[in-house]
């Protein structure tokens, strides 16, 4: 059973960049056939897909985000990175790692990391 | 940025059937692309509850089923129980946007 895990700082200042890292446990991003994603929650509010990449290395972004968001992959410790530059406050939120099914759908999901802007 | 427009709350007892809406357009739903659908209990991350509109992954009830019908698609949740007290979210691609979107969510309240 594939199990997703996110790691990464809680707190980022203004101007700076955020990095996560996503664990992939009980399956190999190498084999194929999904897409690794990155999906945002703003406190209290809705879902936003971030973007995703396939285990090649071949990415697809948010267009509304795509100037400031790298994914990338590290298959020989089966993680993939989450870059988000120049934050502000509007990119306070619950940052999830999960799994495209590559038929559109999301499962499974990491439990989210919070991560604060903030100076 | 959500392109797919969900009622922020619907309630009923325990037992009743309730149904949640996902209204979409032409670029999302309606251009043919499938919707999912999420359940978020508090506290949690979100968690796969229909796929491509009306497929159950294993190991949920069979008392939640999804639909769709030209721009929208729903979910009904039947027999409710206290443990579905939680805010479900529709998913979708929009061609327009060129990505994935989502609904802007519902808050299911059991009362």
């Known amino acids: 059973q594939v199990q997703l895990q996110e790691s990464g700082p809680g707190l980022v200042k203004p101007s700076q960049t955020l990095s996560l890292t996503c664990t992939v446990s009980g399956g190999s991003i190498s084999s194929g056939g999904y897409y690794w994603s990155w999906i945002r929650q703003h406190p209290g509010k809705g879902l936003e897909w971030i973007g995703y990449?396939?285990?090649?290395?071949?990415?697809y972004y948010n267009p509304s985000l795509k100037s400031r968001v790298t994914i990338s992959v590290d298959t020989s410790k089966n993680q993939f990175s989450l870059k988000v530059s120049s934050v502000s406050a509007a990119d306070t939120a619950v940052y999830y790692c999960?799994?495209?099914?590559?038929?559109?759908?999301?499962?499974?999901w990491g439990q989210g990391t919070l991560v604060t802007v903030s100076s | 940025q959500s392109v797919l427009t969900q009622p922020p709350s619907v309630s009923g007892a325990p037992g009743q059937r309730v149904t949640i809406s996902c209204t979409g357009s032409?670029?999302?739903?309606?251009?043919?692309?499938?919707v999912h659908w999420y359940q978020q209990l508090p506290g949690t991350a979100p968690k796969l509850l229909i796929y491509s509109n009306s497929n159950r992954p294993s190991g949920v009830p069979d008392r939640f089923s999804g639909s769709k019908s030209g721009t929208s698609a729903s979910l009904a949740i039947t027999g409710l129980q206290a443990e579905d007290e939680a805010d479900y979210y529709c998913?979708?691609?929009?061609?327009?946007?060129?990505?994935?979107?989502f609904g802007t969510g519902t808050k299911v309240t059991v009362l």
């Open positions: 032409s670029s999302n739903i309606g251009a043919g692309y499938d």
């Open positions: 990449m396939f285990h090649s290395g071949s990415t």
């Open positions: 998913q979708s691609y929009d061609s327009s946007l060129s990505g994935y979107v």
């Open positions: 999960a799994r495209d099914d590559a038929r559109g759908w999301f499962d499974p």
